[in-house]
């Protein structure tokens, strides 16, 4: 706890790493590239897969479980997806003391390896569709590294969907992008951009890539959640077909999505400050925490009791701890569960027991309130709705501070420099346009709105016609 | 649907395989030695889960992620480990493109790499207990292959603790052994003995190895969950210290502990029969089935309306399911639903109707119950509670029947051929004897039980002096 945390304005990417360190949410491992998600940090990933899953099961997909290893060779059916991952991948040579003959592959995505068994299932229209989510590790062997953002291994759901037409695949991927959308807003308090990708940036293998774009402390972009239509291009590859009502047969069309604990990153990124972590109340493994100020044993005896009481009576209504350690100061107490990112404090000292009362700190801004003792469980939950609402409240305000019209290439090169966050610029659809800008600002297309931004207007790099504008964005 | 199911007294082998397959809890995978785990297979997994995560977070524990990698060198740490598992390893070579200069290893267990974090975190006294548990898959290269009782990949839980003192760790290793007793007994409705391993069959660097024993319908003996006092072994391997309140510097004591989906190959052994799985009500992903039976149109509108009333109104209170298609008759949808093993079926044809009542169905015997269509809800509730205790009585029924006294040697060898099953039997604690029993008879020590096998006895092969009589029988 001496550790002294390197300000944002100092060093945003220190201050990530420091928060994250400092919290115990994660650590280092001796295994390069990978990372350990202690109890703090695995806590949000397992509230993060509670929601998800509970949305995901509602809307009629199941869970399943595919191998970890692909044969070498299912990877190179599909052309573009092979050229895609092939620099990415952990190989295994070697099984139970002997060689392989063929190499297997610690999968980076598993597309391959289930659409081989989607060959064996489907046979009939009524096989469809297939609705399957799987919460697994993959291993894509990265270069440079960053706590939960980018791990050579990292934990993830992919789902992988089957269908009839393109149409019900296509509206299946736009089903998840909105499950997405909604996910990030309403439980991780961060307001989205969604929209397709450019053909660039999108998964190796899809028709179409849609996401969720959100905006970090640092005006930096971060992908937050992807949803392809596949089309046909596995099923092709991997000869999925069912036979129709009429008799003939037909290859099917389908989906994947996924998110990842990057997502915990993006929880650290948006919401934290040069305290600690700071989590949303939906989330936080932690929501209230109780604690008691004395100064003498008399006190003590029952400032403790009245502390003790309050935990008992929210048990049931919130998570909640009560600490009581003598060893360490009340001012030492806030700061710890500061800088893990608890919402809601609770302190209870001789004043706040003589007034009957508890004092309410709220961690996203230190607001405090009074709150009767009495009753201390109707207030509690719409305390922490209340901070829920306002830190959602707080990255709308962030990302549309942060959002811009780049009305020129100039305007964009400088609004990059100046300010960043995202900007809304005309492109005139070219790839050779879209990697120039990429070059020469570090700025990518994060997406293309499905809705609300067609208006005519002239490329920023060529000047060519364009009909409606992107969001352009630094990112992670 | 139309395939057969061998019958379990034809080949008891083919049968467990047969009902896998058909109900569609798992499939074979083109991955030599891994199997896909369907989404009915898959939801008897995260009931497992379900219950044994919140008994081990009760009981103090919290869930990390450890790296799936493990650098080569540190299985060599310890030594009677990297020789037990040396066999069976799965090697990473390669990653991005380039050879490595150190092998990983996928996990086959994480005690190496968890200590080698435990080293980082552990200071003083005041960091101990640390009690993790980690739900992740593992790899052991398998030659010979079952599905979910023996696969190369399997998912699994680890627990990962360490202590200040043996006592403690001998403690949290009981604790941890009572949880999977009362677990599998109370949830998986089977029966186990507990007790403590011997030498020889013991985790490759532990203490002594605790363990749960069950006995399937071929009167074979299946491990269904151990855990171990790893003594200071690891910690002296891994130089895991703690500073003590008096300053001294110790090594920590630590325990590890796991189940793995083999439990859901249990529950398909233990309790399905020649018309496919039967799952416990407790650990069943669907609990109720409703099924209506109709000849003519007229009754079919109002029979399929009481159905789906009736789903309705018990949704709240069980996982429930009507199965209103047309294009199958009512004898296809028993046969489907009791292949897939829900506990109870509820049907419904004019007759009951008529009698404003349904006709429950238990999976277990087939058993039949008018149950009056007012306060369905209030009768549904006690008849799974009624399944399950019964399923659990049946099974300790068979265990019971199927454990006998083997006061010779000549006895075990007849028992074994003639009925199989768990035979109490004298052993002098030779290592010895051990092994040229398992040679002669295939049958090993399962465990030593901890209580009420003390009496004076000789040894069943060496006529040594034995105080107490242990648990022999085939196993998988």
Redesign the interface.
């Known amino acids: 706890m001496a550790k002294v945390i390197t300000p944002r304005q100092e060093d945003y990417s220190r201050w990530y790493t420091d928060v994250i360190i400092q919290s115990q949410m994660a650590?280092y491992?001796?295994?390069k590239g990978?990372?350990?998600?202690?109890?703090l940090g695995?806590?949000l990933?397992?509230a993060i897969q509670r929601e998800l899953d509970a949305r995901f099961k509602e809307t009629g997909h199941?869970?399943?479980?595919?191998?970890?290893?692909?044969?070498e060779s299912?990877l190179h059916k599909e052309a573009e997806h092979v050229a895609g991952f092939?620099?990415?991948?952990?190989?295994?040579?070697?099984?139970?003391?002997k060689e392989l003959e063929e190499a297997?592959i610690?999968r980076p995505t598993s597309e391959t390896?289930i659409y081989?068994?989607f060959a064996?299932?489907i046979r009939s229209y009524r096989d469809l569709p297939v609705l399957?989510n799987q919460w697994?590790?993959v291993?894509r062997?990265?270069?440079r590294t960053r706590l939960f953002l980018r791990t050579?291994?990292f934990?993830w759901q992919e789902g992988h969907t089957a269908h009839v037409s393109e149409a019900e695949a296509e509206e299946e991927a736009l089903t998840i992008l909105e499950i997405y959308r909604r996910f990030a807003e309403e439980h991780m308090a961060i307001p989205v951009y969604t929209g397709v990708k450019t053909e660039s940036e999108r998964f190796a293998g899809a028709l179409r890539t849609y996401s969720i774009e959100a905006l970090m402390q640092d005006k930096k972009a971060l992908q937050a959640g992807t949803s392809h239509n596949l089309g046909q291009n596995f099923a092709k590859a991997f000869e999925v077909k069912y036979q129709t009502k009429d008799g003939t047969w037909e290859h099917v069309w389908s989906t994947s999505w996924g998110v990842s604990t990057r997502l915990v990153g993006a929880l650290v990124m948006a919401h934290g400050d040069d305290n600690g972590v700071s989590f949303p109340p939906r989330l936080a493994p932690l929501q209230v925490v109780i604690v008691p100020i004395w100064k003498t044993d008399e006190e003590k005896s029952r400032i403790a009791e009245a502390a003790r009481l309050a935990a008992e009576e929210l048990k049931g209504a919130c998570r909640v701890k009560v600490d009581l350690r003598d060893e360490v100061s009340p001012g030492w107490k806030f700061n710890e569960w500061e800088l893990k990112g608890v919402p809601l404090r609770l302190e209870i000292g001789p004043r706040d027991l003589e007034k009957n009362q508890f004092t309410a700190v709220r961690r996203l801004d230190r607001r405090k309130t009074a709150v009767p003792r009495d009753g201390l469980l109707a207030h509690v939950g719409p305390l922490l709705e209340e901070i829920q609402a306002d830190m959602l409240e707080k990255g709308r305000a962030f990302l549309r501070e942060n959002t811009r019209d780049a009305k020129s290439y100039d305007e964009l090169k400088r609004g990059l420099e100046e300010t960043g966050g995202f900007f809304r610029a005309h492109w005139c659809g070219s790839a050779d346009c879209e990697k120039r800008i990429k070059d020469e600002t570090k700025a990518t297309i994060r997406c293309i709105p499905l809705e609300g931004n067609r208006e005519d207007g002239t490329c920023l790099r060529c000047n060519g016609a364009s009909r409606r504008w992107v969001y352009f964005a630094r990112s992670y």
Do not use: Q
């Open positions: 650590d491992s001796p295994v990978c990372m350990v998600i202690r109890p695995y806590a990933w397992e199941e869970n399943a479980y595919f191998p970890l290893f692909i044969p299912f092939a620099p990415e991948l952990a190989v295994v040579t070697h099984g139970g003391g297997l610690v390896i081989a068994m064996k299932w399957i697994a590790n291993v062997w990265e270069m050579t291994e934990l």
